[in-house]
């Protein structure tokens, strides 16, 4: 049965921090048609364009060949209206030219469009064996969307290959992603091998062929590192998060015949964009064109670089914290530096000096033994071998030792793991439960003690005395500002982490307009909203109250841009010059929840709307509390901090912002509005704050969601009703509905709204250890935990009679 759907966010196919740049290799001299017909041919630097201008077929090489042995030339497709050459099919990948003056694309004899190189040898064909015997009226026709087209000349319907059938590393909007359950066969993305090389790389993105609908990424055709989730019927399940405004209409096939996936964009507002499995880090990334003359990264997946196996090669290490993500663990040296260059790391590092293979067969006199580097916190590599036999760590150590080929070794409590070859999917500062400590084998030379650099050191110094004073300060100094100035420009060069663009600051006062429409402010500091040239809405925030340095900050920023979900507020980038910290989010053209709860009486929230909304945000809370790496407790739970995309979709912001912006506890009392309704009593009275304090004030919250109003509401003359104790009362005598905002008519899930009020009152509860976890709270709202009737808390009596 086919499943459709239409008008919804690119968020689903796998739409941050890298930007492809390609040079022509000679002037373009187009036939002035978009078609070749059985007469005519492309050779040299002739090319045809579509109608429309938007796309050209013809030879081009990727720059940076001037640096080889000789130009590689192939047939593609590429983007006509943009200053950089940005292919998006390629033909003969595997296969370049070498003299395209001599080289022909044309229509062969049994109707297939093929290409002859200068030896007369066909080395790439469409191979198709179902074309009409009159072949003379076939031709070839690049379309407006990209696609080139083998067809009947005489009937455009008719066609016997389309380019989109035969994606490269590109999807196109408008072409189609999937697998055919008759042919088996499918339409999939394989990475360049590099920068200018578009042979097949080693990653590879395609839908499963075991007949799941979710999308899959796998390294060397064979390792799965990431899927995309399976389809709940809206969304792939992992892959939820892209810009809301970056809409597309899409449409999802899963029938008896084949499964798959067909976009289109807005070309008003997203003229130029494509979807890319970039080859230097694996993920696949949306990007569009700016005006500036760049692509820019709007969404990418898997967001860690580091998840995809095996990206910094053999002996490589990789860091989400820090830029590049690749480089050589201790003792290794880049093995093949050009192509390291050119975004291929899969031949990874080699030993700077090699082992002596001592073993134990070394008599004490022997200085030259191999040891062991420590490295705690790493993801172990790929692969080990365990040996039962030994039973400590020394024992593990002797071991490794003792093989040769041994080099690396790890002991835990579930026993030895030694590694032979090359270390595989290696990353350091690791701080997930299965981090453990790796030995790393190397030579005695690699392994010198302090007290050995400190003697070479001296020897330096004692020879650089002969030299006049004078000149070894000048030195000194030189090389002092030198590093300085070096490190500077480092910090300041504009860099993606974890797919987080690094915005200059004049980048973001022109985008706000002098940061003159602003859209809100709390204590973390005001918000605007901002376009970006691609015609991106963006909200930027100004910090204020910043206490830490640059480096922290980058750091903290980089741990908030990997932390995605759905219900969380989705970080596109950040700024840090000097003083001016500035962070840069999607923005939400619903506004807050506060603005369509106590705000807007002509757009009323409906019941239905209002309990996924709910629910949206115990989820968005459950993932911060307990499946981040580092659990967030967010500190400001209320309706102003909980935005809506176009579709209603909560979004919780501003979390871990409390621990970037330094935020004590004292300004925690007199930044949060509304602070005597959210906070809880523990916090309250200076006791360590938990989790739990985010789940009183989700309760808080959820009464005012449940009644429409604050929960402090004016009676007249001096009076004010406390609704969380009035509600805690009215849920007692069984009269929820008399809860319910006027505005919906009592127009409510009965059953919903009873499963509401009681878990607010449990939230609130005055002991934080009776209230439930965001987990369970998720669990209730969805119907698969029951919920019993809560005593009132003394705290909403205190509260109400004061």
């Not at 970056?246 to 996936?261: L, P």
């Not at 004049?506 to 859209?519: Q, Y």
């Not at 739990?692 to 009464?703: A, E, H, P, R, T």
Request: glycine residues 8%; proline residues 4%.
């Amino acid at each position: 049965m086919a499943m459709a759907s239409s008008c919804s966010s690119a968020t689903s196919f796998l739409l941050f921090s890298f930007f492809l740049s390609f040079s022509l290799p000679f002037f373009s001299s187009a036939i002035s048609t978009d078609t070749i017909y059985a007469e005519t041919s492309l050779s040299g630097n002739q090319t045809i364009t579509s109608r429309g201008g938007r796309f050209v077929l013809g030879f081009f090489t990727p720059p940076g060949s001037a640096g080889t042995t000789s130009f590689n030339y192939y047939i593609g497709i590429w983007y006509n209206k943009i200053s950089v050459l940005t292919p998006v099919w390629v033909a003969n990948r595997a296969n370049p030219v070498t003299d395209p003056t001599a080289s022909e694309l044309k229509i062969s004899a049994d109707g297939n469009l093929v290409l002859i190189n200068q030896f007369k040898s066909v080395i790439w064909s469409t191979n198709v064996t179902t074309i009409s015997s009159s072949n003379s009226t076939v031709v070839v026709v690049i379309l407006d969307n990209g696609n080139l087209q083998l067809r009947d000349g005489s009937n455009s319907s008719l066609v016997f290959w389309q380019s989109f059938d035969h994606p490269t590393d590109t999807w196109l909007p408008g072409a189609k992603l999937g697998f055919n359950k008759i042919t088996k066969r499918s339409q999939h993305l394989t990475s360049w091998k590099n920068k200018v090389d578009p042979s097949p790389g080693i990653f590879t993105f395609e839908m499963d062929p075991t007949g799941n609908f979710q999308y899959l990424y796998l390294w060397n055709s064979s390792r799965i590192y990431w899927a995309a989730g399976m389809w709940d019927g809206n969304e792939f399940s992992s892959a939820t998060d892209a810009p809301s405004d970056y809409r597309a209409y899409r449409q999802v096939v899963n029938d008896t015949d084949e499964m798959y996936v067909n976009h289109t964009v807005d070309i008003a507002n997203h003229p130029t964009s494509r979807l890319v499995l970039d080859y230097d880090s694996g993920q696949n990334q949306v990007l569009v064109w700016m005006e500036n003359s760049k692509w820019m990264v709007v969404w990418a997946q898997p967001k860690s670089k580091c998840t995809v196996y095996g990206v910094c090669g053999p002996f490589g290490s990789c860091s989400d914290f820090s830029s590049p993500f690749c480089s050589c663990v201790k003792g290794f040296r880049i093995k093949s530096q050009t192509d390291w260059d050119l975004g291929d790391r899969s031949q990874g590092c080699e030993r700077k000096t090699g082992l002596q293979c001592s073993g134990l067969n070394n008599d004490s006199a022997h200085s030259e033994k191999d040891g062991f580097f420590e490295m705690p916190n790493v993801r172990l590599p790929d692969n080990p071998n365990t040996l039962a036999t030994a039973g400590s760590r020394e024992g593990c150590q002797l071991a490794c030792l003792s093989n040769c080929s041994c080099n690396a070794y790890s002991f835990n409590g579930s026993g030895c793991f030694v590694w032979h070859g090359g270390l595989l999917n290696l990353q350091e500062q690791y701080n997930q439960s299965d981090a453990g400590t790796l030995y790393l084998r190397l030579a005695a030379s690699e392994l010198q003690s302090s007290g050995s650099n400190k003697k070479r050191m001296v020897a330096h110094i004692s020879v650089g005395v002969i030299v006049p004073a004078g000149v070894v300060c000048l030195f000194i100094i030189g090389g002092l500002v030198w590093k300085r100035e070096r490190r500077r420009a480092i910090q300041n060069s504009k860099v993606v982490q974890n797919s987080l663009v690094s915005f200059m600051y004049d980048e973001l006062r022109m985008a706000t307009k002098n940061f003159s429409e602003k859209l809100g402010g709390g204590g973390f500091g005001s918000v605007f909203k901002g376009l970006l040239p691609v015609s991106i809405d963006i909200a930027v925030k100004k910090l204020e109250g910043l206490l830490q340095g640059e480096k922290q900050f980058r750091a903290e920023v980089s741990t908030l841009g990997a932390i995605q979900h759905v219900n969380l507020i989705r970080l596109i980038g950040f700024c840090s010059q000097g003083t001016k910290k500035l962070l840069v989010y999607e923005f939400m053209p619903s506004g807050s929840l506060a603005d369509q709860l106590f705000h807007s009486n002509f757009n009323v929230l409906d019941w239905k709307t209002r309990y996924q909304i709910a629910i949206g945000i115990a989820r968005g809370l459950a993932y911060l509390h307990e499946q981040c790496r580092d659990n967030i407790i967010h500190c400001d739970i209320k309706p102003e901090n909980i935005l809506l995309d176009a579709a209603l979709v909560p979004k919780v912001a501003d979390f871990g912002l409390a621990k970037l912006v330094g935020r004590n506890f004292s300004k925690v009392l007199t930044t949060i509005r509304g602070s005597r309704g959210y906070i809880a009593p523990e916090w309250i009275s200076g006791m360590p704050i938990t989790t739990k304090v985010d789940v009183y004030s989700y309760g808080m919250m959820l009464f005012e969601i449940i009644s429409g109003k604050r929960n402090l509401i004016y009676k007249g003359e001096s009076s004010y009703e406390f609704f969380p104790l009035v509600a805690t009362n009215k849920l007692i005598i069984g009269d929820v509905k008399s809860l319910l905002d006027q505005r919906l008519e009592g127009k409510a899930n009965s059953e919903e709204l009873e499963i509401a009020c009681k878990l607010a009152c449990w939230c609130i509860k005055d002991n934080e250890i009776s209230r439930p976890t965001m987990s369970q709270i998720v669990q209730a709202l969805e119907g698969n935990l029951d919920v019993g009737i809560p005593r009132v808390p003394r705290s909403l009596q205190v509260q109400n009679e004061s």
